[in-house]
């Protein structure tokens, strides 16, 4: 089983849509969770950290944590083209050591 | 703010030979990390450091691969001798201190293309 799991899509979602990006992880002791997106030929940047079951919300973005589900997701409103990238799942696993998923390829149309 | 700074952005060599890449990260970020990333892969952590001290190195393919960080600021990544399986973005990135609770900011990377 893998560390970090996500689908690999593409996702494809119309412009104005919900976008929802699902992750599931095997450490049960992990605390901490990232979602990076990355454009195409750039690097990941940092979007969302969660640290607590729950919600956390900024902007259109809001993370999902179950710890008890060993799940965590991001959804992001009222997509827009500029959100066509893949968004990287990273969860910390170990001695302060950050595994990142495969990503998932979303896709905004207009 | 400058952000992380890496050499060169693109590399082509020949199997067998080797190569070196080079990070300077942000200033007064203690912890520095390199990752691997094979197309259509995420990263995949390869070495990080605290200061100038290994932190994690499990995942650096010993025999080939090795890194420095001396006095704790810049760092180089070398390969020697290259195989076609290492042709992969590789990402040099910092942060403060603790990756768990302080943001990881990524450099542009380097594309090794191994013939």
């Known amino acids: 089983q893998k560390e970090v799991e996500q689908n690999s899509g593409p996702l494809s979602v119309p412009e104005g849509a919900i976008a929802s990006l699902n992750c599931t992880y095997s450490d049960r002791g992990s605390q901490s969770f990232f979602w990076y997106r990355q454009y195409s030929g750039k690097s990941p940047e940092l979007i969302m950290s969660i640290y607590s079951n729950g919600d956390k919300e900024d902007g259109r973005f809001t993370a999902q944590l179950n710890k008890a589900s060993q799940y965590v997701s991001l959804l992001i409103r009222d997509s827009q083209p500029s959100d066509s990238a893949t968004y990287l799942c990273a969860v910390e696993t170990g001695f302060q050591k950050l595994v990142f998923g495969t990503g998932t390829r979303l896709l905004v149309s207009p | 703010e400058a952000g992380v700074a890496q050499s060169p952005r693109y590399k082509i060599i020949e199997k067998r030979q080797s190569v070196a890449f080079w990070c300077n990260p942000i200033?007064?970020?203690?912890?520095l990390y390199w990752y691997q990333q094979i197309l259509g892969q995420g990263p995949k952590l390869l070495i990080q450091?605290?200061?100038?001290?290994?932190?994690?190195d499990s995942q650096l393919p010993k025999d080939r691969f090795s890194a420095e960080r001396l006095k704790g600021v810049d760092s180089t990544l070398k390969i020697q001798p290259a195989k076609l399986e290492d042709s992969a973005v590789y990402l040099c990135a910092s942060s403060l201190v603790h990756p768990s609770t302080d943001t990881q900011y990524f450099g542009p990377g380097t594309r090794l293309t191994v013939l």
């Open positions: 200033s007064g970020h203690a912890t």
């Open positions: 450091f605290q200061n100038n001290g290994v932190v994690d």
